[in-house]
């Protein structure tokens, strides 16, 4: 169930304290970024995922859909759609027609999309690399590292547009050699939503099994 889902929601709150150092400039940039999102009541995009591991020699893309409104959100990647209203997660598998509702744990060890633009803010340890060029757009790239060792993801690198402050796109490398890099792509501010957004609506999956694991 959770084979593509993992390698989507960014791991980790973490234990630690936010002891160390962080680099200004880098700071400025995720202060920047992170002001932008939270500012739009709503967005959707679609992404490109791309699992990579040079040591196993395997490369996949999966095309995906999200749409975020706060802490709520609607994913669809590969065979599954997620929906979070907040309080309950809905996790519908089409190829078993089934769905698992489990209570949303926002102290769990898994971040949801809703908090990737906020991820940097506690338990990361954040460094400016670089200014790249990407398809003629100058890019800031910026790491994170978590602070808890023990963590199976050990490096996050952001790639923001210096024109807007905008993620064009995120790389999770993890210790098991997987790198997981998501390429945002057709964002749209401010999409209609509203309650049936975020819900699961059981009459429109005919016959579906439900999963209660509250």
């Known amino acids: 169930m959770k ?11 973490l234990a630690l304290p936010a002891a160390a150092q962080q680099d200004p400039k880098a700071g400025k940039i995720l202060d920047q970024m992170s002001a932008k999102y939270q500012a739009l009541k709503a967005f959707q995009a679609t992404f490109t995922q ?13 095309n995906g859909d999200i749409v975020v409104s706060g802490q709520k959100f609607r994913l669809k990647i590969s065979g599954q759609e997620v929906i979070n209203n907040g309080t309950t997660t809905w996790t519908y598998l089409k190829n078993e027609n089934e769905v698992n509702i489990s ?5 769990s060890q898994d971040m949801s999309p809703s908090q990737i633009y906020t991820m940097y803010k506690k338990g990361y340890k954040y460094t400016y690399v670089q200014q790249v060029t990407e398809g003629g757009e100058p890019l800031d790239v910026i790491e994170l590292a978590p602070e808890n060792r023990q963590n199976d993801v050990f490096k996050v690198r952001l790639k923001v547009r210096k ?20 390429l945002i792509k057709n964002f749209k501010p401010n999409p209609p939503v509203d309650a049936n957004t975020f819900a699961f609506d059981k009459a429109k999956y005919k016959g579906v099994k439900v999963v209660d694991l509250r």
């Open 3 to 13: 084979k593509y889902l993992s390698s989507l929601l960014l791991a980790a709150t």
């Open 50 to 62: 791309t699992l990579e591991n040079p040591g196993a020699k395997v490369k996949q893309n999966i």
């Open 103 to 107: 209570d949303s744990d926002p102290d």
């Open 163 to 182: 024109k807007d402050a905008s993620v064009k796109s995120w790389q999770m490398f993890k210790k098991n050699g997987n790198q997981y890099t998501f």
